[in-house]
């Protein structure tokens, strides 16, 4: 079974003083549209504390119009987002940053600051903490993201790919917090590394008890660590477990789950619980 | 017992109970109370020697919190009473092997302004060659283009020009006015206590045929296009597009370069010939204000300070700063690297080093002119 498997079945002592499982983001009617195109068509979205939850669709279909909206980013032209019981456009600074940490597609490293200084810019804008702290705290969130203290000293311009998207989770993860946004966390990567990227998105959100909306469309990402997938096609979204929405009729979501590429994912799948 | 807190009301608090050889925390430890409860718990374990923290009273952990919690404890300080998440993430943060983060040795101030000095030295040689080297490419490029007629691209040179020239008329003729006035005005100022207020008429007609109109246009273009070849250019080059087309056999230089160079060479010269008309007409207008001189006698006055040589001068000036300037545009676009700062940079250098050396020409052609008597 993989990890995910695992804590979706036995909800253990570690996620209930958490509370895992309450809402923590909720979406309802959410309408986008751009001019006379209409991308959302009144999506509605929730988002348990403790889960990996995906976000999929095909290309153009607004998965990342759907992340903007949740994060504050972009005001939909209808409907409204709540994180913890609050409309996400009264919250703000030091409250947000806290919050929500957000993984852009690119990266979005500040390319002037070096990987350290990008991890350590939140904790110096938003928190009292010395010099010296500030550093140990830097250097223990790029060791999270799977980096070493030595990379910090580096560029953004000198990093790969995979590098990269790690620098960027560790400034998401500056300010521990509790909803992390990852957009596309394994486009452009290797299949090694996407799955290292994979592996350490599981590991934080079951250490840190952090929850994770992944907008991707990486099927091996869907069907290895997510919780629940919500898949947007015709302006809505379809949310479920893999299995459930494997058993859809909706036929873009059949073709999504059922395809060549998807039977692939699935045999890696079955492949490495095997293993375990 | 003694019970310290810290933050404000509604900010999150941290208490510490001493309880014999425990030490009971109570309240929340995350980055906002950090540092009050790392100076507050490292006093009372220098203090006394407790033997262990206690956490079940804690509401809330964060990674900073786990990792003060992790380096206090040790062989003679046991954590105990954690929640199961809150194990969790001691567990994950006391195993991280942690290293300080790399420190650069600063360099002293004087070996830094040497060091720039050098730099900046080395940089210039270098470029100067580079200019030298992409325009004698350029002009091979040319000539070959001239050599085979069906090679020249007569729709991008004539987008060129509607881009380069006709685009830019408009504040051509309010800056050429603009500077014909500032001209005229000084003038007549200082003329006016010798009597030869006159005389402001032959100041602006040469001035403006001379060296005004061609030098406004020539700055001003460098600024509008010059920046917009570097721009286009570095946009391709960063998007994979020249790499493109030599795939497709085809010469960045010719497709891109030759059209440009050609478009403002021929264009310069007419914006130039269009300033000088507008300078003349701005300079007119403050005569017939300040001197009641009309603008048909301002015009015969003008036949009378300024011959041919004048405007010839101005105007054959106007193809060789075109060449520099489309140059050094085309130049630094292909310096582009694959970043979006780096165009940003070649930009902004394009525009300063074509202003500069459309400058320094001038001067030159000034000496030059001078020598050869016109």
């Known amino acids: 079974m993989t990890a995910a498997a695992t804590r979706r079945k036995s909800p253990s002592a570690l996620g209930e003083g958490r509370g895992e499982g309450q809402p923590i983001l909720e979406a309802r009617g959410i309408v986008n549209r751009f001019g006379k195109q209409t991308v959302h068509d009144g999506v509605d979205l929730e988002v348990k504390r403790g889960e990996i939850l995906g976000i999929a669709g095909g290309s153009g279909s607004g998965k990342s ?59 110096r804008e938003h928190t009292r903490l010395k010099e010296a702290d500030r550093e140990t705290i830097a250097s223990m969130k790029l060791e999270l993201a799977g980096l070493e203290a030595k990379d910090g000293a580096k560029f953004p311009s000198e990093l790969s790919g995979g590098m990269v998207k790690r620098a960027a989770l560790a400034r998401a993860l500056a300010l521990d917090p509790r909803i992390l946004f990852l957009d596309e966390p394994t486009s452009g990567l290797d299949p090694l590394v996407a799955s290292g990227i994979d592996e350490l998105i599981v590991e934080l959100n079951h250490a840190l008890g952090v929850t994770v909306v992944v907008v991707t469309h990486d099927l091996n990402t869907i069907f290895g660590i997510c919780d629940r997938v919500a898949i947007l096609s015709d302006g809505k979204a379809t949310v ?13 979501i059949h073709e999504f789950l059922h395809g060549p590429r998807a039977q692939a994912a699935l045999t890696a799948r079955h492949k490495h619980d095997g293993k375990r | 017992m003694r019970r310290a807190t810290t933050g404000g009301s509604g900010a999150p608090a941290i208490a510490i109970r001493e309880d014999g050889e425990t030490l009971a925390l109570e309240g929340a430890l995350d980055v906002r109370t950090l540092t009050a409860a790392e100076d507050d718990l490292a006093r009372r374990l220098g203090e006394r020697k407790p033997r262990a923290i206690d956490l079940e009273k804690l509401s809330s952990l ?23 998440d809150h194990q969790a993430l001691l567990d994950l943060v006391c195993k991280l092997d942690l290293a300080p983060l790399p420190r650069h040795k600063p360099m002293p101030r004087w070996r830094q302004v040497l060091v720039q000095l050098g730099r900046s030295t080395h940089e210039a040689v270098l470029d100067g060659r580079d200019i030298l080297v992409f325009l004698g490419r350029a002009l091979s490029a040319t000539a070959h283009v001239f050599a085979h007629p069906a090679r020249l691209r007569p729709a991008s040179i004539s987008r060129q020009i509607a881009d380069t020239g006709i685009d830019a008329l408009p504040i051509i003729a309010l800056m050429a006015i603009m500077i014909a006035v500032v001209i005229a005005y000084q003038s007549v100022v200082q003329l006016r206590p010798y009597g030869g207020e006159d005389f402001t008429i032959n100041l602006v007609s040469v001035s403006v045929l001379r060296e005004m109109g061609v030098l406004i246009t020539s700055i001003m273009v460098a600024g509008r296009s010059g920046s917009a070849f570097t721009a286009e250019i570095g946009v391709m080059k960063a998007r994979e597009e020249i790499d493109a087309l030599h795939t497709m056999g085809l010469d960045a230089m010719e497709v891109l370069v030759v059209p440009r160079i050609l478009g403002l060479v021929i264009t310069l010269p007419l914006l130039t010939f269009f300033a000088d008309a507008m300078g003349l007409f701005g300079g007119s207008m403050v005569t017939n204000w300040l001197l009641n001189v009309s603008p048909s006698q301002f015009f015969v006055r003008v036949h009378e300070a300024a011959d041919h040589n004048d405007f010839l001068v101005g105007i054959i000036k106007a193809p060789v700063f075109a060449l520099i300037i489309a140059v050094i545009g085309c130049m630094h676009g292909m310096r582009v690297t694959g970043s979006a700062e780096s165009v940003g940079r070649e930009t902004t250098r394009s525009v300063v080093k074509a202003i500069f050396l ?14 050869v008597g016109m």
């Open chain 2, 358 to 371: 459309v400058i320094v020409l001038d001067a030159f052609f000034s000496i030059f002119f001078e020598k």
């Open chain 1, 65 to 123: 119009v759907l992340m903007r909206t949740l994060t504050g980013l972009k005001a939909p032209d209808r409907g409204k987002v709540t994180i913890e019981d609050r409309p996400v456009d009264a919250i703000h600074d030091g409250e947000k940053a806290a919050l929500i940490g957000v993984l852009f597609q690119q990266g979005a490293l500040f390319s002037s600051l070096s990987v350290a200084q990008n991890v350590m810019l939140p904790l």
């Open chain 1, 240 to 252: 479920g477990t893999v299995e459930e929405l494997m058993r859809s009729k909706d036929p873009w």
């Open chain 2, 62 to 84: 964060d990674t900073p919190g786990a990792l003060l919690l992790c380096r206090l404890s040790g062989d003679k300080v046991k954590l105990t009473g954690a929640r199961p």
